[in-house]
């Protein structure tokens, strides 16, 4: 069956150190695996996604890579600011926009 | 620009109630969303929809309907309410070809 799973459920970082949320996924046809942030009390925030054909993509202070090989995707986050703490979500987007969230990852950034 | 509105922001229903739980969405989106996110975990989909007339069950469809008449509004319907639905419950909708889902700012249920 599908599946989306993360590794880590808390991380905690200094600010101004980078960032690396990993997560684990199951369904090989998935299109498109994507980031979301939520902030407390808020529904989650579209980061940045990434085609099932590509390794690599790059945006604004992140970064996303994708192993197809391991099933294996992580986002980057450079220059950690106490702004990017929120719990971060990787989805997969298959069987035509059937958006299939993981179970999230907890960010918290020390002053 | 509203974006995705959700009705209501908090209900309290005793077990057995029945309610609908609203979801518009002013961007002409083809597909919506209805997920429940329980306490400390992830985003579970119950229904989701790739236009009007069209509904497809997700991850957690069990004590759930949904209906999707227009393009714009996608309810989300309880019949039954049981304390295992206490959850909070958050619609999104995107366009075609597109992975950006936007999210409502979701109805917080409690079921006693």
């Known amino acids: 069956g599908e599946s989306v799973g993360l590794h880590l459920p808390t991380l905690s970082v200094q600010e101004g150190d980078n960032s690396i949320i990993n997560c684990a996924y199951s369904?090989?046809?998935?299109?498109?695996f994507i980031w979301y942030k939520q902030e407390s009390g808020k529904g989650p925030q579209f980061i940045i996604d990434?085609?099932?054909?590509?390794d690599k993509r790059q945006g604004q202070r992140v970064t996303v890579l994708l192993n197809k090989t391991v099933k294996h995707l992580s986002l980057q986050i450079a220059a950690t600011q106490p702004g990017d703490s929120a719990v971060y979500f990787c989805?997969?987007?298959?069987?035509?926009?059937?958006?299939?969230f993981g179970a999230g990852t907890i960010l918290r950034v020390k002053s | 620009n509203a974006g995705v509105t959700q009705t209501p922001k908090f209900r309290i229903l005793k077990i057995g109630q029945s309610m609908t739980l609203q979801c518009a969405q002013d961007?002409?989106?083809?597909?919506m969303y209805w997920y429940r996110q329980d306490p400390g975990m992830g985003l579970k989909l119950i229904y989701y929809?790739?236009?009007?007339?069209?509904?497809d069950k997700g991850e957690v469809p069990n004590g759930y309907n949904v209906s999707r008449s227009t393009t714009e509004d996608f309810p989300l319907r309880l019949e039954l309410a049981a304390p295992s639905q206490t959850s909070v419950y958050f619609c999104?909708?995107?366009?075609?070809?597109?992975?950006?889902?936007?999210f409502g700012q979701g109805t917080r249920l409690t079921v006693v």
């Open positions: 999104a909708s995107s366009p075609p070809g597109n992975t950006e889902a936007f």
């Open positions: 369904n090989s046809a998935s299109d498109y």
């Open positions: 990434i085609r099932s054909n590509m």
């Open positions: 989805a997969e987007n298959t069987e035509g926009n059937k958006l299939v």
């Open positions: 961007m002409n989106h083809n597909y």
């Open positions: 929809s790739v236009g009007a007339g069209i509904t």
